[in-house]
């Protein structure tokens, strides 16, 4: 459970121990906190104490008499029980009420632990992209390179702006080990803003990475950056990898096990957010091998336009009506709170699978959850895959569809031709699998 707990761990941790009185199932049991997030709680399991997984239990704050949770116990170890919050969070106000709550002492030491991280973390990129930098390379050897970019408090995450003066112009962030390969997640100084406004900026961070790196086999290209690089006039041959054949696949895989789950078992029909996309315009051909009718939704469209497959029907529409009875969505807008604008043309009891670049904020799905319409992440999964440290908002053990192509292609070179069956039934043989996940509040 230990593996479990670390895995789904989803907020920053306070660190604190309050009092609190558990109520279930006719019991009173009282008991401390060992942490608090805004969406759980971690505490100290009293002795002779047994409740399962999946059980759901009152909470109640000893020293904040107004406030109570309702809570599901979603693990169990010898000495804790971990809780999630049942359509609960904790606002900021909440939380910093129950940090002044506890001693003086407590609150000091969280505190410390959490600047120690954040530090140290820091300390340990500006160490690996200078005086380290030669040595991360020789150690990892790599064989493919994930480049990436991020946001200016993604960056935040690992440097600061006087470390960013001393670094390279593209940083290496992460291992990145799948079976016996090996390779090394690379970012841009450049912010996500920046690469999509300045194509020369583009073409700064493609050519600085294949000096970086000229001996690795595959270089994937994350989210919309193969939109910039294309934009940029650059063509995108090898070792440059545009990843669509892997985030096809992962959507394929993961709306063939929504249709799967017993309240949408009756669904003959699923809706693309973003059909007239890059990718958005291929999901939906392929997504008419599980359905009978696809909806390719996007304002781009200025009428209605119906394609028979030998599969299934395509419609590509911009009509808000098109969407009210439906209960299955892939989410591929170019941004991922722009789904808020289409919420009150969701049915209640919706699914959005969510694969936008930046993803859905936690604000948004909280919003969406008020209409009772669910999100969940796309991701896709081996069971021998890892990467180190995590980034922001994944698990480190889920992998981006866009870096699957590269990994299968590593595999099977010749499999990647634009064939997208061949290349599914590949990925699968291979050991790929799509997930869908509660996202990282973050």
């Given at each position: ?12 941790r306070?660190?604190i ?12 049991i ?6 608090v997030?805004?969406?759980g ?14 059980e ?17 116990v ?24 129950l940090?002044?709550v506890?001693?003086?002492?407590q609150?000091?030491?969280?505190k ?6 954040k530090n ?6 500006f160490l ?10 020789a ?37 990145i080990?799948?079976?016996d ?23 700064q ?15 994937a ?27 096809r ?91 808020l604008?289409?919420?009150?043309h ?30 969940e992440k796309?991701?896709l ?18 992998i981006?569809?866009?870096?699957v ?38």
């Amino acid at each position: 459970m230990r593996m479990v707990h670390g895995e789904y761990r989803r907020h920053l941790r306070s660190g604190i121990r309050v009092p609190v009185v558990l109520k279930y199932a006719n019991h009173v049991i009282e008991t401390t906190t060992l942490d608090v997030s805004a969406s759980g709680l971690r505490l100290k399991r009293p002795e002779r104490v047994y409740i399962r997984p999946g059980e759901t239990t009152d909470v109640e704050f000893r020293d904040m008499a107004d406030m109570n949770v309702a809570a599901t116990v979603a693990y169990t170890g010898k000495s804790h029980i971990g809780l999630q919050f049942y359509r609960r969070r904790f606002s900021d106000n909440e939380l910093s009420d129950l940090y002044d709550v506890a001693p003086s002492w407590q609150r000091l030491i969280a505190k410390s632990k959490r600047a120690l991280w954040k530090n140290s973390r820091r300390f340990a990129v500006f160490l690996a992209n200078t005086y380290l930098r030669s040595l991360v390379h020789a150690l990892a050897r790599p064989r493919f390179v994930f480049a990436v970019y991020g946001n200016q408090q993604q960056a935040g995450s690992y440097f600061t702006p006087a470390m960013a003066r001393r670094m390279p112009p593209n940083l290496v962030l992460g291992f990145i080990r799948n079976q016996d390969m090996r390779g090394l997640l690379v970012a841009s100084q450049f912010m996500e803003h920046e690469l999509e406004g300045d194509s020369d900026k583009v073409r700064q961070y493609l050519d600085q990475l294949q000096r970086d790196y000229p001996d690795v086999e595959r270089i994937a290209l994350v989210g919309r950056l193969p939109n910039f690089v294309m934009k940029a006039g650059i063509e995108i041959a090898e070792p440059l990898v545009e990843g669509s054949l892997g985030t096809r696949y992962m959507i394929w895989d993961v709306a063939r096990q929504m249709r799967e789950r017993p309240q949408y078992c009756q669904q003959t029909s699923i809706v693309v957010l973003g059909g007239a996309g890059r990718i958005g315009n291929a999901v939906c051909q392929d997504l008419t091998s599980l359905f009978d009718r696809v909806i390719g939704f996007d304002p781009r469209y200025e009428d209605d336009r119906e394609i028979t497959t030998d599969r299934g029907t395509v419609l590509q529409t911009s009509s808000l009506a098109r969407l009210h009875d439906e209960k299955l969505f892939i989410g591929l807008t170019h941004h991922g709170d722009a789904i808020l604008e289409l919420q009150h043309h969701m049915a209640p009891g919706a699914l959005i699978a969510d694969d936008t670049h930046p993803c859905i904020t936690l604000a948004a799905r909280e919003q969406l959850q008020e209409k009772q319409i669910a999100v969940e992440k796309v991701v896709l999964s081996h069971e021998e895959f890892l990467m180190w440290p995590r980034m922001p908002a994944w698990n480190n053990r889920d992998i981006p569809g866009c870096l699957v192509e590269a990994l299968v292609l590593l595999r099977q070179p010749g499999v990647g031709n634009g064939d997208f069956t061949a290349f599914r039934e590949e990925a699968e043989f291979l050991g790929f699998t799509g997930r869908l996940v509660r996202p990282l509040d973050e």
